[in-house]
């Protein structure tokens, strides 16, 4: 019924946007649930329950979605598909808001699908970014093959602790490339 008028998916994203807007409060308390169902229930959360909703919603209604996330600066959201992924926090198509807006430094983002696909997306979200290329060699320096490369940057609360903010898998050529935030 929500999206029954919706003649577009900017339109349904809209629809989508006020019903959530009506139906919850931004504000948790100790449980913090991830099923739809649940949040939908407690009529609350924070931006986690609001990407589960977020998603739902979508998904539900035949949209295209997945979850970004920020890990090492302590945000997530949405995008959904119209052509191209579209930035979804409330707010439509501004990727560039935590960087100008909120005054975040990035350090990486990453797309989750639904059916566990990771996709690096931090040039989308990244004013200035950078390409980190590791090269991985065994001790006869010849190229691992799938060799792990994790990223760490400073913790957002605790900047004495190091937070993975991504990570990598190296090819058949021992390397690896991936975008990070250039702070």
Not at 82 to 95: E, F, K, M, S, Y
Not at 119 to 127: D, I
Request: proline share 5%; hydrophobic share 35%.
């Amino acid at each position: 019924d929500l999206l029954a008028n919706a003649g577009n998916i900017r339109e349904a994203i809209s629809a989508c946007n006020s019903w959530m807007s009506g139906s919850m409060s931004f504000t948790s308390d100790n449980e913090r649930p991830v099923q739809p169902v649940r949040i939908y229930r407690k009529h609350m959360g924070r931006c986690g329950e609001y990407q589960d909703m977020r998603n739902a919603i979508a998904r539900a209604g035949l949209i295209p979605s997945t979850c970004a996330l920020n890990s090492a600066e302590d945000h997530v959201w949405n995008e959904f598909w119209d052509g191209r992924w579209i930035h979804w926090d409330g707010a439509v198509d501004n990727p560039l808001m935590y960087e100008n807006g909120w005054g975040k430094t990035i350090s990486s983002v990453w797309d989750t699908r639904g059916d566990g696909h990771i996709v690096q997306v931090t040039p989308r979200y990244s004013e200035g970014y950078c390409n980190f290329t590791a090269l991985v060699l065994d001790p006869g320096d010849d190229p691992v093959d799938g060799a792990l490369v994790r990223i760490a940057t400073e913790n957002y609360y605790n900047p004495d602790m190091l937070t993975t903010t991504t990570w990598g898998t190296t090819d058949h050529t021992g390397t690896v490339t991936i975008p990070l935030g250039d702070g």
